[in-house]
T-cell receptor, first 115, second 109 residues
Framework: ETGVTQTPRHLVMGMTNKKSLKCEQHLGHNAMYWYKQSAKKPLELMFVYNFKEQTENNSVPSRFSPECPNSSHLFLHLHTLQPEDSALYLC??????????????FGPGTRLTVL | GQNIDQPTEMTATEGAIVQINCTYQTSGFNGLFWYQQHAGEAPTFLSYNVLDGLEEKGRFSSFLSRSKGYSYLLLKELQMKDSASYLCAVSDSNYQLIWGAGTKLIIKP
């Protein structure tokens, strides 16, 4: 596989469920990101890992928990979500999160619906 | 606060030229990106500007004026496949990308 992959592509869960989103990059990058994309809103940066260290956590509720076991894999653990958390969750990677020219490569996203 | 403004939607005709504007106010500036996102797909990189001026890449060009906090993306010889959302994003003082809400471009035959 090439590029950035995400699984699952679609997820429907109840508010009491626990699930995890998975992202894998095959580009040899050192930075990985989780974004939330809601209709007609800007991309919201949730978490950033640079060289496996979490560098950003933009006031994300604790019901979202990231995990980055190595520079190629990123997880987003979900529990007790709310209906307003329904959105497209995008994973991205780049060479280095602390550089100006920092082209990010995105995965296809997970469409999450919380009932 | 930081914000990026771009039109919500634009319509253009196949074969024509369209300019999508982006204005920004950010804490610091380390470059401006344009991405294309087709419906249901991932955003893909189009261009990066860090110095003032015009960068041309095939049918697409991107312009930056740092003193005015302004950029535009120019698409020439429009094709139906150019129907997509175009996202403007600025790298701030912490190299974090601040994103606009995107401009949905509709191409009509």
């Amino acid at each position: 596989e090439t590029g950035v992959t995400q699984t699952p592509r679609h997820l429907v869960m109840g508010m009491t469920n626990k699930k995890s989103l998975k992202c894998e990059q095959h580009l040899g990058h050192n930075a990985m990101y989780w974004y939330k994309q809601s209709a007609k809103k800007p991309l919201e940066l949730m978490f950033v890992y640079n060289f496996k260290e979490q560098t950003e956590n933009n006031s994300v509720p604790s019901r979202f928990s990231p995990e980055c076991p190595n520079s190629s894999h990123l997880f987003l653990h979900l529990h007790t979500l709310q209906p307003e958390d329904s959105a497209l969750y995008l994973c991205a990677s780049s060479r280095d999160a602390a550089k100006g020219y920092n082209e990010q490569f995105f995965g296809p996203g997970t469409r999450l619906t919380v009932l | 606060g930081q914000n990026i403004d771009q039109p919500t939607e634009m319509t253009a005709t196949e074969g024509a030229i369209v300019q999508i504007n982006c204005t920004y106010q950010t804490s610091g500036f380390n470059g401006l990106f344009w991405y294309q996102q087709h419906a249901g797909e991932a955003p893909t990189f189009l261009s990066y500007n860090v110095l003032d001026g015009l960068e041309e890449k095939g049918r697409f060009s991107s312009f930056l004026s740092r003193s005015k906090g302004y950029s535009y993306l120019l698409l020439k010889e429009l094709q139906m496949k150019d129907s997509a959302s175009y996202l403007c994003a600025v790298s701030d003082s912490n190299y974090q990308l601040i994103w606009g809400a995107g401009t949905k471009l509709i191409i009509k035959p």
